[in-house]
């Protein structure tokens, strides 16, 4: 079965919560990219506009790629917990997702 970026990154994101490395919900994912620990930061397509303007605004500040592609069902049912905010605090995991988001891009 051929698989779409987007299915491997979700699938990438499940791999990262079983290796316990993400940091989970807002406020822990705000501290993480200030203490500059994450690479990759997930805000939900379907989240508020105010939260994710403030975590737009602090990933830009830090150099942090935050991905807003997908639904907050899509990131829930991904990582197997009731979180759609989270980053990933591991640099393996977060380059091969930033990999495949410019592969997806360039297509």
Do not use: C, W
């Amino acid at each position: 079965m051929i698989q779409n970026n987007d299915q491997k990154i979700l699938n990438l994101l499940g791999l990262a919560m079983r290796a316990n490395k993400l940091v989970l919900g807002t406020e822990p994912t705000l501290s993480a990219i200030k203490l500059q620990k994450v690479g990759v930061a997930f805000f939900p397509s379907d989240g508020g506009k105010s939260q994710g303007k403030k975590l737009a605004d602090k990933s830009n500040t830090y150099g942090v790629t935050l991905i807003q592609n997908f639904s907050r069902e899509q990131l829930v049912h991904a990582i197997g917990v009731n979180r759609s905010v989270f980053a990933i605090a591991d640099r393996g995991f977060s380059r091969k997702i930033k990999a495949l988001i410019l592969e997806k891009e360039r297509n």
